[in-house]
Structure formats: C-alpha cells, structure tokens
C-alpha cells in the first residue's frame, strides 16, 4: 500500500477543498470513461511493445481505479479495504489447486472448476438457480469484445464447432447471406454483415488469438502504408483525389514495399 499512498495524497488534494474544480466533480459514472479510454491507450502500447509507454499507460490506469475508489470511499460507501480483501478472497477461494488440496491436471480442468466456483458463489449471494450462460456478458462493452465475449460464454456452456474447417464454412455462407441480401434491404444487409463479423471473431477465438488485437495491427499496418503513400503522393506535388484508380494502386503498391523493407 506504501507505493500508491503518493497517488492517493495527489487524489485527495485535487478533490478537495483548494483543488481541482473539475477534479472535485467527478463521479464513478464520469470517471468509468476515463477509465476505458486510458485501457485502450495501454493496449496500444501493449501490442506495440513500448515499455516506456506500458508503464505511463498503466499507471494512467492505476489512477484512474484509485481515483474511482477514492471517490465511493470519500463518500461513506465503502473503504479501500473491502475492495482490496474482497477481490483477495475470491482470488483465493477460484484457485483451491493452489491455496487448498484441488488437483487439477489441465487446463481444461481449470476452466471447469472456475466455473463451478463462480456458480456457486452465484448461488451463494442468492441468484436465481435457472441462469443463461450469457448473464455475466456487460451490455455496454465494445461490440467486437462483447462479441468475443458472448461467444466464450456460449462454448463454456457446451455450445462449439467440432474444428476450425466448420467455423471457416460459417463465415463463408455468412458473406453469401451479405451478397444475397445487398440487392434486397438495407437493414437485412446491415444484419448479415454483422453475422459475417460475429463468425470471424469465432474463426479468431477458434485459431487461438485475439480479433481486437488482430484488427489493431491490421489497422496500423493500414496507416503506415497509407501514411507512406501520402508522403509520396505530396513531395510529387501530386493529389491523391484528382489521381486515376491506376495511379492509386501504382503508389499503394510502392507504399506497400517501402513499409516491407522498414520492417525488415
């Protein structure tokens, strides 16, 4: 606790009563937003594997919780303590091979007996006994997690292809269902393209990596050749939007080369 008592002392000042008049105005339902931007910024940095800015990241992060904290503490709600011992039990209550006598030979195993802890602990705060498999999804999370989410529910529920060959024809006859609907409704259209989404993270969760990190990367390989393209485009005196379709594709091409060779 010694290290984040600096945090908790700058918190406090910018809430009181000679602090920050934006400061002293935030509430959890606020500050969840800063929150979410400031993860994603740690994401970034993350996947680019820049450590200096993984710890600027994470401890942007880190203040963003403890401000949070500070605030339902700050109000009589509760203190850092129940949030500290409760998350501290449950971590010891979900890993009995470990802090108790469970044997657990695989991973498989592992996932099964979390989820049977978690159910019981449901059942314990007095949950309905008939629950969906999907009520631990949050509504408000990105739809490309959520979906990633709803998806991992539904297998831990005993619902999942046989192989990645069955995911793969899925998403094949979910972009024939796009083609076919295109000509007919818009709306049916917008309903099958995000079928046609919805199937890829599952051929991303079957192939064993994350679609929000793969799309990330897809993305900025995007930029930086775009980036490049750009770059080309203007020291030529040149504008992209008066160029022929021929003469794009001549400069993505280059742009996608230059980008290899900087890679390399």
Known sequence: ME???????IIRRLRGENGCAWDRKQTPSTMWKCLAEEVYELEEAIVKDDEDNIVEELGDVLFQILFIMEIYAGSGRFPFDRVVNTVAEKMIRRHPHVYADSQITSEDGLNKQW???????????????????LDNVPGGMPSL?????????????????ENLGQVLDT????????????SKDKDDAMVEFGD????????????????ETALYRSTSKFEQRFRSMEDAIVEKGL????MTAE???THWQTAKQVCAQKKS
């Open 115 to 133: 989820e049977a802890i978690k159910a019981g602990e449901k059942r314990c705060a007095g949950a309905s006994e008939r629950r969906s498999a």
């Open 196 to 211: 046609i989404l919805f199937s890829l993270v599952n051929v991303a969760r079957f192939a064993g990596f994350h679609p």
């Open 239 to 242: 504008d992209l939007k008066l």
């Open 171 to 182: 998403a094949v006859s979910e972009i024939h269902e796009f083609e076919a609907a295109l």
């Open 3 to 9: 290290t984040i008592v600096p945090l908790l002392e």
């Open 145 to 161: 997690l959520r979906a990633l989410k709803v998806s991992k529910s539904a297998v831990k529920a005993g619902f999942e292809w």
């Open 247 to 249: 003469e794009k594709e």
